[in-house]
C-alpha cells in the first residue's frame, strides 16, 4: 500500500462549489503539507502543518483553508471553488526537520473547476 | 527574479550521454538543495540531496553545488529513455520548519 494517499484522484466541479481533497499516511511522520502544481510554475505551497495543533500559511493560502485532523491526516478545503484553481494538488510528509529532511509526496489529485 | 530558477527546457539528448541541469537560487543562506524527479501526471520522487559544496554521487546521477555562485547541478551520466521526465530543484531555505521552494523545473528528453 502506498504511504500517502490522496483522495479523490480527479474531481470536476462548478464554480463557487466547496471541496475538499484528503491526504493520509502511514509514514508516521509528524509534518504534512500541501502543494499545486500548474504547468510550469513548479509546486507551490499551499498550507503546512509540523503537528496537530500547527497550522501554517504557505505562499498562496488565500482561497483554501486545512484541517489536521489525526497526525495521520491532513485536509484542504476550497470553501468557494474558483476556475483559477483548476490545478494538480499534491500531499507531502516529512520528518523531523533539519536540511537533509526529505518530502515524499502522494499521487496527486487533478482538480478541475468549471 | 524567481527565488529557484530552472530551464525550462526541453533538453534534448542522445541515449548514453550526459544531461547536464543547472538551477540557481537567489537566497545566500539556502542550506540544502534537493532533485525530484517527475514523470508526466505522476508525483515527484526524490533523486536525491545535497548541502555541501562540491560533488555528490549516487549511480548514474551526481548533484554538483557551488554555494558562491549559488547554484546546484544535477548530471545524469548514461541517459537512457527512461530518464525522460521533467526534473525539479527545490532548496530549503532553512529558519523554522523544512520549507522547500520548487523551481519551475526541466523537461529532460532521452531520443534512441
Known amino acids: 500500500d502506498a504511504d500517502v494517499t490522496q483522495t479523490p484522484r480527479n474531481r470536476i466541479t462548478k464554480t463557487g462549489k466547496r471541496i475538499m481533497l484528503e491526504c493520509s499516511q502511514t509514514?508516521?511522520?509528524?509534518?504534512m503539507y500541501w502543494y499545486r502544481q500548474d504547468p510550469g510554475l513548479g509546486l507551490r505551497l499551499i498550507y503546512y502543518?509540523?503537528?496537530?495543533?500547527?497550522?501554517n500559511k504557505g505562499e498562496i493560502s488565500d482561497g483554501y483553508s486545512v484541517s489536521r485532523q489525526a497526525q495521520a491526516k491532513f485536509s484542504l478545503s476550497l470553501e468557494s471553488a474558483i476556475p483559477n484553481q483548476t490545478a494538480l494538488y499534491f500531499c507531502?510528509?516529512?520528518?523531523?526537520?533539519?536540511?537533509?529532511?526529505?518530502?515524499?509526496f502522494g499521487p496527486g489529485t487533478r482538480l478541475t473547476v468549471l | 527574479q524567481k527565488e529557484v530558477e530552472q530551464n525550462s527546457g526541453p533538453l534534448s539528448v542522445p541515449e548514453g550521454a550526459i544531461a547536464s541541469l543547472n538551477c540557481t537560487y537567489s537566497?545566500?543562506?539556502?542550506?540544502?538543495f534537493f532533485w525530484y524527479r517527475q514523470y508526466s501526471g505522476k508525483s515527484p520522487e526524490l533523486i536525491m540531496f545535497?548541502?555541501?559544496?562540491g560533488d555528490k554521487e549516487d549511480g548514474r546521477f551526481t548533484a554538483q553545488l557551488n554555494k558562491a555562485s549559488q547554484y546546484v547541478s544535477l548530471l545524469i551520466r548514461d541517459s537512457q529513455p527512461s530518464d525522460s521526465a521533467t526534473y525539479l530543484c527545490?532548496?530549503?531555505?532553512?529558519?523554522?520548519?523544512?520549507?522547500?521552494?520548487f523551481g519551475g523545473g526541466t523537461r529532460v528528453l532521452v531520443k534512441p
Open positions: 509514514k508516521g511522520h509528524d509534518r
Open positions: 507531502a510528509t516529512s520528518d523531523a526537520g533539519g536540511r537533509t529532511d526529505t518530502q515524499y
Open positions: 545535497i548541502y555541501s559544496n
Open positions: 502543518s509540523f503537528d496537530v495543533k500547527d497550522i
Open positions: 527545490a532548496v530549503n531555505i532553512g529558519g523554522a520548519g523544512n520549507k522547500l521552494t
Open positions: 537566497d545566500r543562506g539556502s542550506q540544502s
